[in-house]
């Protein structure tokens, strides 16, 4: 499956974006799909990550309550909601899909290529 990332751009703090990545794959239902942020200089981290019927979703700690994860299967894409950035949020972020994978999953096999986000203080 091909994934394409977009929706990123530059933010003030305190603001909002809302990334999609969208899929080629008719099935992309089968998917547990994750987001992943890369900031400079650093190692990529996990962010969010959702079930292939969207009713289970996880998150890593300094981004719940301010990051929601969703997906809409009839249009093959997955989101990400983004509300009161920090300027640590600043990343390169990723989608990545697994079939059938536990939300959980430290094992993606497809990513895509990225979307920028800068936030300024």
């Known amino acids: 499956v091909q994934l394409q990332a977009f929706g990123g751009g530059l933010v003030q703090a305190g603001g909002s974006l809302r990334l999609s990545c969208a899929a080629s794959?008719?099935?992309?239902?089968?998917?547990?799909v994750g987001w992943f942020q890369q900031a400079p200089g650093k190692e990529r981290e996990f962010v969010a990550a959702?079930?292939?019927?969207?009713?289970?979703?996880y998150y890593t700690t300094s981004v719940k309550g301010r990051f929601t994860i969703s997906r809409d299967n009839a249009k093959n894409t997955v989101y990400l909601q983004m509300n009161t950035l920090k300027p640590e949020d600043t990343a390169v972020y990723y989608c990545?899909?697994?079939?059938?994978?536990?939300?959980?999953?430290?094992?993606?096999?497809?990513w895509g290529q990225g979307t920028l986000v800068t936030v300024s203080s």
């Open positions: 990545a899909a697994r079939e059938w994978a536990l939300v959980t999953t430290t094992r993606y096999d497809y």
């Open positions: 959702i079930t292939p019927s969207g009713g289970t979703t």
């Open positions: 794959e008719r099935t992309f239902s089968r998917y547990t």
